[in-house]
């Protein structure tokens, strides 16, 4: 089974329930209308990027929100890091209104704006996000926390945001995990120890980790892997787990992102997490820590 798109109109009743239960199963909802206006300064941040180039995207984390990898006049970056901490709001508001089983519950972390084309970007495999993968962060393991992603098309000129999405993790995880190395809790601990990870792996930041990388080396698998296209217009918000949803960014410039973290004992339903996942086609439970 592909991840399925799941429409949310802004305006009428919403069943919140059955939101979170698509999300936590493997969908990605879609906004088509949510109100995210720009004011007058701020359009010349979609008129050509403010950023220094020297990493994926421009970004803002923590509480004081230091704008970083921005380019521009001290007035010009101030006014981004400002849009950035707005967007981090109307994130936060969307969970709240929408989401509200994890009002409470997620940490919101980074914040990014990122006005390149996806295409022309010339990267490293491990970091060509055109590539089927799931996330995972290799120096910031997660433990039992998921990654939930809310991203919004800001493109002024009708570019949509190109996606492609693939098979539930399920499937793809009895394909991969025979392949991948097993864990040593020694080598994670001398990870954290040199400071090269900001904690110690546990077996499931190991796991999907070399998932990640085994999924981005697969060159038959990114062309044969069931999968599906996805065009997300501008003015479009969408909003999935990105560690349990395979996907692939394949084109547009110009686009705001939200990482936030959720426990995996906070989800409504912990055993479609890819934690339980992972374990029950292990047969046993994963390795702490």
Known sequence: MISPIVTVPASGAQDTASLVEALEGGAVLLFPDLDFPFSPFEERFVERPFADGKAKNVNIRGEAAELKGAAGTPEEQEA???????????AQGL??????????????????????????????????????????????????????????????????????????????????????????????SLLAALRITKAKRSEYDHLMLHLHDALKQDMGYQGS??????????????????????????????????TAYLPVAAQVRPETSPHAILAQKLGRPLRQA
């Open 225 to 258: 892997a069931p999968q599906a296209d996805v065009r997300f217009e501008p003015g479009q918000t969408w909003v999935t787990f990105s560690d349990l949803v395979m996907h692939g960014a394949m084109g547009g410039r110009y686009m705001l992102e939200q």
């Open 95 to 188: 969970i709240d209104r929408h989401l509200p089983a994890y009002t409470g519950k997620v940490t919101l972390a980074g914040t990014s704006y990122r006005p390149f084309d996806v295409d022309q970007r010339k990267l490293s495999w491990r970091r060509d996000d055109t590539r089927l993968h799931v996330d995972a962060f290799p120096s910031n393991p997660i433990g039992q926390k998921r990654i939930l992603r809310i991203f919004r098309n800001i493109n002024p000129s009708g570019q949509p945001r190109l996606w492609r999405v693939g098979e539930d993790f399920g499937a793809m995880a009895e394909k991969f995990l025979p392949r991948l190395p097993g864990y040593s809790p020694l080598s994670a």
């Open 80 to 90: 981004l890091r400002q849009l950035l901490i707005r967007y981090r709001r109307f």
